[in-house]
């Protein structure tokens, strides 16, 4: 699938027509992922929930100066506006020209709307069976941004409230896009979907697109996008090191990273498993006091643990073992992000 169309920008379009319910599209800044979403909901007429991470953002994005329809209307003459329904809600319509109020005014039903997931409990009661598409952009966080609490399951609590009953009805299921820049490869997202493994592998082999039609996911990753290599030409990339986590994450479209650890493949053979956790299986040497983390599970472990919030508070607390191991060296890891994983659940990024 070639994931460019011919100005450079990302073909978002021929993403989100994937055959599978969640589309997750990641790229460096600039390649055109919000404004192909958008568009595409426009030219298709689809009612949409447009969402953000904090309130603050779509507060922002609920002003007409900052909407993200904005570069849409004067590219394409469509006319859409916001107008704010309460404090957490804000509905996007076609605007007309009203000559009694000589200004724009909505014209019939609102054609989306936008909320943001920290404050998605509160619309519990809020019907979104028309809504068709949720475009969750920037949902990685950047690292300065405060973390939600147990964000990966309010984003699947966000999406079971829109989605209903829909396919118990016989109804296609919500589509969710969700689109971000590449700055945290263990995002609570990733983490709880168990997916940072598989990105992980997909950007270390150069694999840009990953469809998996059992779990009704795929995976876009805009590697070298003409627009990223045009733009490492402009004054910011040319002001900034080229080995800098902001140019690689905005041009070069890779994960921010930190110091590489102890990152030594081991024979699991020598190791006996201990305890899952998310997707890491711990092993203790036979012989030695070591341990050895890597996602691959064989034979039965004493203790499993999820990724939620109490779970990780669990395992912290059970196996605070292996965090003083780490801390005295004592904790080999099969590749770098089975390391930074470590890290994450231990709480410590």
């Known amino acids: ?58 507060d922002f994005v609920s002003k007409w100066a900052l909407s993200p329809f904005k570069a849409i209307n004067t590219d394409t003459g469509y006319n859409v506006g916001v107008k704010p329904l309460n404090k957490h809600i804000t509905a996007f319509y076609h605007f007309q020209f009203d000559s009694e109020q000589q200004q724009d005014m909505p014209s019939g039903a609102p054609i989306g709307y936008a909320c943001a997931l920290s404050t998605v409990s509160n619309i519990r009661g809020f019907d979104g069976s028309e809504i068709e598409i949720l475009i969750y952009d920037e949902f990685i966080g950047e690292k300065h941004e405060r973390p939600i609490r147990d964000e990966g399951s309010a984003f699947l609590n966000c999406y079971e ?48 697109s990953l469809v998996d039609r059992n779990r009704g996911l795929a995976v876009f990753i805009l590697n070298g996008s003409p627009v990223s290599q045009a733009k490492s030409k402009t004054a910011l990339y040319r002001l900034v090191d ?43 040497h036979k012989s030695m006091s070591l341990y050895y983390v890597t996602e691959h599970k064989s034979g039965s472990v004493k203790r499993t643990y999820e990724t939620g919030e109490m779970e990780l508070k669990r395992f912290r607390r059970d196996c605070f073992n292996y965090w003083l191991a780490y801390l005295n060296s004592h904790v080999l890891f099969e590749s770098y992000i089975h390391q930074l994983l470590f890290e994450k659940y231990y709480g410590m990024l």
Not at 11 to 24: C, G
Not at 263 to 282: A, D, F, H, M
Request: glycine share 6%; net charge positive.
């Open 161 to 208: 409230t829109l989605n209903r009953n829909r396919e118990l009805k016989g109804q296609k299921p919500l589509k969710a896009v969700l689109l971000s820049n590449s700055n945290d490869l263990a995002n609570p997202l990733f983490m709880d979907l168990k997916l940072v493994t598989t990105v992980e592998k997909m950007v270390r082999k150069g694999q840009d």
């Open 242 to 284: 080229a080995q800098s986590a902001f140019y690689q994450m905005a041009i070069s479209n890779e994960f921010a990273n930190e110091e590489i650890g102890l990152i030594k493949p081991q024979n699991i053979k020598e190791y006996k498993p201990q305890t899952v956790v998310g997707e890491l299986c711990i092993y203790k």
């Open 1 to 58: 699938m070639n994931l460019y169309l011919k100005s450079g920008y990302a073909d978002v379009r021929s993403m989100i027509e994937t055959d599978v319910p969640f589309i997750f599209i990641v790229g460096g800044r600039g390649t055109g992922k919000t404004y192909g979403a958008l568009k595409y909901i426009l030219d298709t007429d689809k009612r949409f929930m447009f969402m953000r991470r904090t309130q603050v953002q779509v």
